[in-house]
């Protein structure tokens, strides 16, 4: 049987299995956001994961720059999703020979950008050749005093997420579809833009191409509508839960989408969950976006992916600063539209080694 | 400029300068076998490597199993390079779609056995699909109260090597040149390999198949002096330094050749060394098979390769359960022949993006 047959999700289980916890200081082994290692009154976090050329990114319409920031975005958001602290980070990197030393220096700036971002230091790493497709994976050590599982959501929770979701999948398509070649995005800061929008001073400094870019458009679409749902896939930044954190009861990051990673919370806490149609957050962005593709905004954002998002429960009494977007229920797992109706849902989302469905 | 053209040496360095000790819970960040990092009153080590098909192996003749025990012996030789005990495992596997589920769980089969012969976790990972060859990434986490950096070579002090050297290498050239296709040696245990070549009782459970493959020979070369070579280069043990751990002034694991990382001990510790050509260990059965493919067997114990056996430095006066092989001296690096002529040597092994020398 290939791995085709079997798929991502059955061979994590089986591995799981094979290698349950096997030792007293393993807190968490295989299964959740990151590992949580017992170290005297804290605890040691750690996660990795890779990001496979023609799998995970597209030289095509990304840059070295963009590569290095989401390498490292992706594992913090693990590790954010634990409740923990990002601390050190190590890279493994196979290029092939004719990579440019300038591409890697690019690929290390956007390292250096997103390391400072999250108050990570880079420890140590490999670099090895490779006669094939570029293979990056990262792996990043955090600390906890209080970790938090996917298995702590408890029936009556409140369902909450960090912020709106699809942007980062309809961000790809626009790239895939019409864009079609790399974007510089370095310049643009996600927060001083939200300052902008909302009135504040911009205080960034747009660059030169930056602002050439910003009187282009994409089909009918402006810049400002094109450059945030590119912004966050190619350079998500990681949500920290530290306004929330202490009333969490399970925690996840989307990262395969939010069906996906809901029922994954769901399998681990043994409960269902009751999603609102109308609470699921999607940003003007995305409803401008998705029409022009001719695309549904609430099936991005329902199963779209690469949000990296906190996905994350909390009792109904705490006033939680996050978006509700449902409760936690016995066993039923249901969506639920503006007119009541209740439909089923189960796991939809990004599996590697993909089975037909 | 391509990296071809820089290699990775001089890559590695310009990445160690950028990212200097960030941080002071940093004792040691890029540069040495691992990373060390201020934990209480012991100390975290930290070590990642991958194995990139076509680079480091080559599915012709290596089965799934050794490359599971591999992957995690060469992670576990950095940590006992730094005197330290691993701990937990983290892998990152980048397979495509037509892998065959029996490869996946023979891999893990070779990946649990050589955990429980260190006495390591496996703690996380990750697991993608690849559009091309395969490729491993192992993260090792270990402590150590006291580690041993590559910097701490003091003149006159003596330079030590843990086993035979060239036995990789040209297990590599007979399954390159000879054998070309995998041969199990699933069953086959160094130890009591050993215990059996000094007249002890065997007590090995030779399988079949092993018994089968102990009939044959290679060209003119008896099974019984193939075996170890190949052993050596597709399932190395790593060399655990604990007999000798507290008189270690510096060390390093012999991954790239004796010349290579002997000259990355002595750059570091800023510091000279002078070897013996007559101390330098070489096995009965390099020379029996260098003497058969007509290649010279110190040119592979020099600069093979593969060797994962560990290189240190100790006090003159102390007496240690190891190979002695030189002298740290003041500035000269040379290697003395029998006669006593001496012959400057400079770094010469393996590098990733090979410059031309």
């Known amino acids: 049987m290939r791995l085709s047959q079997i ?53 095509s319409f990304t840059t070295p720059f963009q590569l290095g920031f989401k390498l490292v975005s992706v594992n913090v ?51 090895s050749s490779s006669k094939s497709l570029m293979s990056l994976s990262a792996t990043l050590i955090g600390y906890t005093k209080r970790h938090i599982q996917r298995s702590g959501a408890r029936v009556g929770d409140k369902i909450y ?3 709106p979701l699809g942007d980062s999948a309809c961000g790809l398509m626009l790239l895939k579809k ?3 070649k790399p974007v510089p995005l370095e310049g643009y800061n996600e927060r001083e833009q939200r300052a902008k929008s909302t009135g504040h001073r911009a205080q960034n400094k747009y660059t030169l191409l930056h602002a050439l870019y910003s ?7 402006s810049w400002k509508v094109v450059e945030p749902l590119l912004k966050r896939h190619l350079m998500p930044e990681a949500r920290d839960p530290k306004e929330f954190v202490r009333y969490a009861t399970a925690m996840i990051d989307i ?10 919370l769901c399998d681990e806490s043994k409960v269902g969950a009751r999603i609102h149609i109308e609470k699921i957050p999607v940003s003007y962005e995305l409803n401008k976006a998705a029409s022009y593709l001719g695309i549904s905004p609430i099936k991005l ?7 990296y998002e906190l996905l994350f429960t909390a009792p109904a009494n705490k006033k939680v600063k996050a978006l509700h977007i449902g409760e936690i229920t016995e066993s039923e797992r249901v969506i639920v539209d503006s007119s ?18």
Chains 1, 2 share one sequence.
């Open 7 to 59: 798929g991502e999700l059955s061979l994590l289980e089986q591995i799981r299995k094979r290698f349950e916890k096997q030792s007293r200081t393993i807190i968490v082994g295989i299964g959740d956001d990151a590992a949580v290692l017992k170290q005297g009154d804290t605890n040691l976090l750690v996660t990795t994961d890779m990001m496979v050329e023609g799998i995970h990114f597209d030289l």
């Open 77 to 127: 958001s693990d590790i954010y999703a634990m409740g923990g602290n990002p601390s050190y980070l190590l890279l493994s990197l196979a290029m092939n020979n004719y990579t440019e030393k300038s591409f890697i220096d690019k690929f290390f700036d956007g390292v250096h950008k997103v390391m400072n971002l999250y108050g990570v230091s880079l420890v140590g790493g490999d670099l």
């Open 161 to 163: 997420v960090t912020g």
């Open 178 to 180: 019409k864009i079609k």
């Open 215 to 221: 009187k282009l458009s994409v089909g009918g679409l």
């Open 255 to 264: 990262s395969d989408g939010l069906l996906i990673d809901l029922s994954r």
């Open 301 to 307: 954002a329902l199963s779209g992916g690469e949000d």
């Open 340 to 357: 009541g109706r209740k439909k089923a849902f189960s796991a939809e989302g990004y599996q590697h080694f993909g089975v037909q469905r």
